[in-house]
């Protein structure tokens, strides 16, 4: 049976893919909290290794950087820059070693947070959707390929708000490894081909206002910029 569609359907997300002219088609966007243990006494948690906890952005929270408008409903933006995974395999339930087969790559990724609303939804105790899964807050690089970078473990991690360093630290730092977090969530959902996982971002998250330019950065892997216009 044929279908027709009520409108014509959205398209689907993409990246880059790095020294190609590939594009990687975004299923979903999951992002952990918390993994690094300065950035967690910087939020005022307790840094010990506990399991990693997910929070989601639509897919079309994601962008190559560039100008975006202020988003809607906050007054306090913030920046966290983040390695990101980048999963080109089917799996569920799965072990360190099946989940390192299924990163196709790695990107540079800013997770943005309008913090106030955050902090709201804390003090309530309501998800954090609204926070963080706004209208292109996943901005990202293009994804470098494990077959050009392999699976970086160690490099420079960080973030510059018009010339001035914010965050910086290296991915060695991050508590969870790629293939860990991918162990976690993969008992929790069916990881599939377009998946991008966020995991984590280190200390010195800060507010990001109308005219500020930002860079992000990861040694090896990429880097992603862009501009906060608005009146």
Not at 24 to 30: E, G, K, L, T
Request: net charge negative.
């Amino acid at each position: 049976m044929n279908e027709t569609h009520a409108f014509d359907p959205p398209a689907v997300p993409s990246l880059p893919i790095r020294a190609t002219d590939l594009v990687f088609p975004v299923r979903r966007i999951y992002c952990v909290g918390r993994n690094y243990a300065a950035h967690t006494r910087e939020m005022g948690g307790n840094p010990d290794r506990e399991f990693p906890f997910f929070f989601s952005k639509p897919a079309d929270a994601v962008t190559g950087g560039g100008e975006m408008s202020f988003p809607l409903a906050t007054e306090d933006l913030h920046h966290e820059v983040e390695l990101v995974i980048a999963v080109a395999g089917h799996g569920s339930g799965l072990g360190p070693e099946a989940c390192r087969e299924l990163i196709y790559g790695y990107a540079v990724g800013v997770d943005l947070t309008r913090r106030d609303l955050q902090r709201e939804a804390r003090d309530r105790g309501r998800p954090w959707d609204m926070a963080k899964g706004f209208d292109r807050s996943a901005p990202c690089s293009a994804i470098a390929p494990v077959s050009e970078v392999g699976h970086p473990r160690s490099g420079s991690i960080g973030l510059e708000v018009n010339g001035r360093a914010r965050q910086h630290a290296d991915i060695s730092d991050l508590i969870w490894s790629p293939e860990e977090i991918l162990v976690h969530l993969s008992k929790l959902v069916a990881l599939a081909p377009g998946d991008l996982v966020f995991t984590g971002t280190p200390a010195g998250v800060g507010q990001l206002v109308r005219g500020d330019a930002y860079r992000a950065w990861i040694t090896g892997v990429g880097e992603v910029a862009g501009r906060v216009i608005g009146s």
